[in-house]
T-cell receptor
Framework: AQSVTQLDSQVPVFEEAPVELRCNYSSSVSVYLFWYVQYPNQGLQLLLKYLSGSTLVKGINGFEAEFNKSQTSFHLRKPSVHISDTAEYFCAVILANAGGTSYGKLTFGQGTILTVHP | NAGVTQTPKFQVLKTGQSMTLQCAQD?????MSWYRQDPGMGLRLIHYSVGAGITDQGEVPNGYNVSRSTTEDFPLRLLSAAPSQTSVYFC?????????????FGPGTRLTVL
């Protein structure tokens, strides 16, 4: 079975500073990787995804992530954060090439709360 | 499109009561899932469905039932509520299409069991 570990439960940062949210995964087979964001009292919104191809993936709101197969990591980065980026961020995986039976089954990390201070 | 809708937004139950959380999507997605979100644990999969008439268990299925009689609807039933089921519940849907598409999430139902 696959698992996801987000290495930081909380990350405080000042506005306009860079940020990296760390995510490691474990799986015996190939996976697709995702980052979701959850603003307070809202549902989850997809930031970006890695399915195949270039290991550097760009998403919405200036975020990007790099897939590193050898280190089984998918860290999320933003060069300059805004107050509006304050939210909880979730890394998630789904089995790749497992046919349709895997598509409803995301496995999530524990979440990282990003707090941007003025 | 309304996307994924969930009702109710909030619910308080007493231990032992039963209820159904409603989920509907208007995107003609094949796949639908229920997750629960608890602090420090991320989201965990309760049940999922790959199409009408087909459901299967996820990571934490105990105490919950689902059925999928139509493509659009995927209700989650709590048979006899327990305080351990206090959580925020999210429904999601997706379509494989030509590859894997993202899961779209509803706004959530916040459930408290006293």
């Amino acid at each position: 079975a696959q698992s996801v570990t987000q290495l930081d439960s909380q990350v405080p940062v000042f506005e306009e500073a860079p940020v990296e949210l760390r995510c490691n995964y474990s799986s015996s087979v190939s996976v697709y990787l995702f980052w979701y964001v959850q603003y307070p009292n809202q549902g989850l919104q997809l930031l970006l995804k890695y399915l195949s191809g270039s290991t550097l993936v760009k998403g919405i709101n200036g975020f990007e992530a790099e897939f590193n197969k050898s280190q089984t990591s998918f860290h999320l980065r933003k060069p300059s954060v805004h107050i509006s980026d304050t939210a909880e961020y979730f890394c998630a995986v789904i089995l790749a090439n497992a046919g349709g039976t895997s598509y409803g089954k995301l496995t999530f990390g524990q979440g990282t709360i990003l707090t941007v201070h003025p | 499109n309304a996307g994924v809708t969930q009702t109710p937004k909030f619910q308080v139950l007493k231990t032992g009561q039963s209820m159904t959380l409603q989920c509907a999507q208007d995107m003609n997605h094949e796949y639908m899932s229920w997750y629960r979100q608890d602090p420090g644990m991320g989201l965990r999969l309760i049940h999922y469905s790959v199409g009408a008439g087909i459901t299967d268990q996820g990571e934490v299925p105990n105490g919950y039932n689902v059925s999928r009689s139509t493509t659009e609807d995927f209700p989650l039933r709590l048979l006899s509520a327990a305080p351990s089921q206090t959580s925020v519940y999210f429904c999601a849907s997706s379509s494989a299409g030509a590859g894997f598409d993202e899961q779209f999430f509803g706004p959530g139902t916040r459930l408290t069991v006293l």
